[in-house]
């Protein structure tokens, strides 16, 4: 099924998301350094970069809502995409629960928005999975006529719109 929100032929929603997901990962990641290491650049890393991961959900996810809501209301992709965009949706509040409980970027965060951060870190993994399901098993938001050799997404054949 192709995506029904698209840019130059390839779905919004897979091209914005590798930023939200990839800047929450990594202030995770920067919290975790910070707390091997005690750095203080690192607690604002994790803060700036949380803060921007956030930006990138909130623009991403209308995007998802879109394809998701083209789906047939009987096809398993459509509760798969429900769990997804639920989680993701979870994933988003407990990132923002935790960058509010962070008194600011430069003050090492509490043990609670560390927590918020680290849960959701795993719940990301399982939402991650949950959209590679989608599109990797059940060719949500790939193109109907791809294949190995299909022609560039730039290029239009005859029968296209």
Not at 41 to 68: H, K, Q, R
Not at 83 to 92: D, E, L, P, R, S
């Amino acid at each position: 099924m192709e995506s029904r929100a698209q840019l130059l032929g390839h779905p919004i929603h897979r091209m914005l998301t590798v930023f939200p997901v990839g800047l929450m990962a990594t202030a995770s990641a920067f919290d975790f350094i910070h707390l091997l290491s005690d750095s203080e650049s690192m607690v604002s890393a994790a803060y700036w970069t949380l803060s921007a991961g956030l930006v990138g959900a909130l623009v991403a996810a209308p995007f998802g809502t879109i394809d998701w809501l083209a789906l047939p209301a009987d096809a398993r992709a459509k509760r798969i995409g429900a769990m997804h965009g639920v989680g993701y949706g979870i994933v988003a509040l407990l990132y923002v629960a935790s960058w509010l409980v962070r008194p600011n970027s430069v003050t090492p965060p509490g043990s609670v928005a560390l927590a918020l951060s680290f849960l959701g870190a795993g719940l990301l993994v399982v939402t991650g999975w949950l959209g590679a399901e989608l599109v990797s098993r059940l060719g949500v938001g790939v193109a109907d006529r791809a294949s190995l050799n299909a022609p560039s997404s730039l290029r239009r054949t005859v029968n296209e719109p």
